[in-house]
């Protein structure tokens, strides 16, 4: 909603990117499950209301390549193993495919990426409104568009809302019990209520009749 307003206001382009690579690798997914996902994802962007005349949104399973994909090759060669470590905390278990997927979100920053959309436009630089999980791609992102001859992106950050189980969380799509989804039944929004938020509220007897009352 806050994207959408931005786009409103100022009547600029949007681009979307739908990682639903990353899925299948941090969420040990298969492709075709990964690639549903991202087709549900869509859908519920859509239906936010973006201008169609000024949105672009794409899969990474069926965009990379061409333009973006030289822009990967670019920043991956400006990003060594300790980088990656350091700000990611992979380990010697961790696949390749983590280590080197940072690129791949890093590069829809650069409107070079999408040469159908920006053409000559190289140095149009990027305001990115995101979720502070997201921080550090974007700084690395920072830290290397010059280096390549880009202009670094801006970013608007915002906190994530606290799950149903309390503020030390945080609302997910991998954890159903964190959130209540406009797909819930009325048996399941009641049940996730009462699990969560009924001992809070709810005492037992003699605990309320302690209390000085008013």
């Not at 075709?32 to 936010?48: F, V």
Request: aromatic share 14%.
């Amino acid at each position: 909603m806050f994207t959408k307003y931005l786009q409103d206001a100022f009547k600029v382009p949007l681009v979307i990117q739908l990682t639903d690579d990353e899925k299948c690798m941090w969420k040990n997914l298969s492709v075709e499950e990964s690639k549903m996902l991202a087709h549900e994802n869509a859908k519920d962007i859509i239906a936010c209301g973006f201008d169609i005349t000024r949105t672009f949104i794409f899969s990474d399973f069926n965009y990379v390549g061409g333009a973006f994909y030289e822009n990967m090759v670019k920043v991956a060669k400006c990003i060594t193993f300790n980088k990656v470590v350091g700000i990611f905390g992979f380990t010697q278990e961790d696949h390749i495919g983590k280590i080197s997927f940072p690129p791949v979100q890093e590069v829809p920053s650069f409107p070079s990426s999408f040469p159908h959309l920006f053409p000559g436009k190289d140095q149009l630089r990027c305001l990115i409104p995101c979720a502070i999980d997201q921080d550090p791609y974007f700084r690395m992102t920072r830290d290397v568009a010059p280096r390549i001859g880009y202009q670094k992106p801006a970013l608007i950050e915002s906190s994530f809302f606290s799950a149903l189980q309390g503020e030390t969380g945080r609302m997910s799509a991998s954890d159903p019990n964190s959130a209540i989804y406009v797909t819930d039944s009325s048996k399941d929004i009641k049940n996730k209520i009462c699990f969560f938020w009924w001992p809070r509220f709810y005492r037992e007897p003699q605990e309320i009749w302690s209390q000085p009352r008013d």
